[in-house]
């Protein structure tokens, strides 16, 4: 039963769910100190996890699907590959495309419970974010071959996550609080997007458009991380000019060599994606890294590390900025 759940999680991609976890934290903690009910925030918390699994299975669903209808598929060649290959686990036989399903409508179904618990005890306006956190889930997969998913992505991680958290917690909407989501939902993209740069000739295989691969190469779509990486820094300053937060926002400051670091490592993979680089501190966590390297991954999921990890120490100090600017 153990090595199942095990199974489970790792094909729901957990190693993602600090994604969730973090943007929830900043909007959590924004929200209890304006007098929130922290259960029903916890309760959201959870609702938002179990809809990221899901999406995360039901992505992978319609890739795999899209995959096995190409006429010279290989399988032995796709998983040589196994870095990229999301959908590994199917793709082997591990798991069957019903269990999928079943797994991710379990995932699915619970968050719905959750939903209408809160609509219940929070009010109408719990099912607005409800069925936007809904649409984007299921919409995903498909906007996702269209260049879409950045912006899918920014609206679930913005104002659907923060507008909703804020909204069971204290009961009303709240402006400022689209404004507090942007640089959270910036690094949440980030995130994302170094995930489509490293995925530039595969998604152009199967016939996927993405915003990095409608560049010329992958080294050219790294204009766009640099963007992002930019746009995630000024969003502060923005946030301290509305008089949404004060000065001591400027912590995320602290992470800029972090973001640095991340930009070149990501211009190395694009000239050499067989390349990893040298292990740091500051690169904790990267769990299961040992486990990584045997199998030929660790080029790969470090990238993806470096970029989670990012967003987590982003949004640690955005969260003391948050607590050292309106609590003390």
């Known amino acids: 039963m153990l090595q199942k759940t095990i199974q489970v999680m790792e094909c729901s991609r957990i190693f993602s769910l600090p994604m969730s976890i973090l943007s929830w934290f900043a909007i959590f903690v924004y929200a209890l100190i304006d007098s929130g009910n922290p259960w029903y925030g916890i309760l959201a918390l959870i609702g938002i996890g179990l809809v990221h699994l899901g999406t995360n299975l039901i992505d992978d669903y319609f890739d795999y699907k899209s995959l096995i209808k190409q006429v010279d598929f290989d399988k032995a060649e796709y998983l040589k590959n196994s870095q990229k290959t999301k959908c590994r686990y199917l793709v082997n036989g591990i798991m069957k495309e019903s269990d999928i399903l079943l797994i991710s409508g379990g995932y699915f179904f619970a968050a ?73 939902m910036i690094m949440t993209v980030i995130l994302l997007y170094i995930h489509t740069v490293m995925d530039f000739e595969y998604d152009q295989n199967e ?51 972090l973001a640095v670091d991340l930009y070149k490592s990501m211009l190395e993979y694009t000239t050499n994606p067989d390349s990893v680089p040298e292990r740091k501190w500051y690169h904790f966590p990267m769990e299961n890294f040992e486990k990584l390297v045997e199998r030929g991954e660790a080029g790969f999921m470090m990238r993806m590390y470096q970029s989670r990890n990012l967003m987590i120490y982003f949004t640690l100090f955005f969260v003391v900025g948050i607590i050292l600017s309106l609590a003390l």
């Not at 936007?132 to 950045?150: D, K, Q, T």
């Not at 993405?210 to 946030?239: H, M, R």
């Not at 926002?249 to 800029?256: A, P």
């Open 112 to 184: 719905l419970l959750i939903g209408v618990f809160l609509f219940l005890k929070c009010g109408h306006g719990v099912m607005y974010f409800v069925l936007a956190g809904a649409i984007i889930a299921l919409i995903y997969p498909f906007v996702s071959r269209i260049c879409l998913s950045e912006i899918a992505v920014a609206a679930a991680y913005g104002p659907a996550l923060f507008g909703g958290v804020y909204y069971v917690m204290t009961g009303i909407y709240s402006k400022e609080v689209f404004l507090l989501s942007i640089p959270t």
């Open 207 to 257: 016939g996927k458009r993405t915003i990095a691969n409608s560049f010329d190469s992958s080294l050219d779509s790294l204009v766009i991380l640099k963007l992002f990486l930019i746009l995630a820094y000024i969003a502060p300053i923005i946030l301290c000019i509305f008089d949404v937060v004060d000065w001591q926002i400027f912590l995320v400051y602290l992470t800029t060599p």
